[in-house]
């Protein structure tokens, strides 16, 4: 295992629900930079992978969603998700650099929502109690789809 997967179990393993999904977020934002750095440089076989990959974050992100709970949120982020997964595929396709862009651009603002939530969601010395969660949140991934995946789909 690359010292960069073992680095990323540790901090998929180690973080608040919040988190994980700011590390989503994160990670899927990397992917579709490192896509387009490859379609600037031709390399299609690179170019795709990392399109694959953050298309999977998306998946992740969108089967986390529980639409009971989260109502018009998660309807909304779950509509958002699939609009990304097809400019991504649609990039890959026609090898073009805007809607990659456009990703690119909405997982930034949505990846600095997630952040400010993180923020004003820190556990206090209070918090940190066993069995004091987040459990309000509708829009978390399950722990276990997480670590199950952390170095699988969506590793760098």
């Keep these: 295992m690359s010292w960069k997967k073992a680095y990323l179990e540790t901090r998929v393993l180690s973080a608040s629900p919040v988190e994980l999904v700011n590390i989503l977020y994160e990670y899927a ?3 579709v930079q ?3 750095s490859s379609l600037t440089y031709g ?3 690179a170019r795709a992978k990392a399109i694959s990959k953050t298309i999977a974050i998306l ?3 969108e089967s986390s969603l529980n639409h009971r709970v989260g109502g018009g949120i998660a309807s909304n982020l779950a509509r958002l998700y699939q609009y990304m997964r097809e400019r991504l595929t649609r990039a890959n396709l026609t090898q073009s650099d805007e ?3 456009e990703v690119e651009a909405l997982l930034k603002t949505l990846g600095e929502g997630w952040q400010q939530i993180g923020r004003e969601h820190a556990p206090t010395s209070d918090d940190s109690r066993p069995g004091n969660t987040m459990t309000g949140w509708s829009v978390l991934p399950p722990m276990e789809s997480m670590t199950e ?3 699988q789909s969506w590793s760098a």
């Design 34 to 36: 490192d896509a387009r």
């Design 29 to 31: 934002t990397l992917g």
């Design 43 to 45: 390399d299609i076989a």
């Design 149 to 151: 995946h952390s170095s």
């Design 59 to 61: 998946g992740e992100l």
């Design 99 to 101: 809607p990659l862009a």
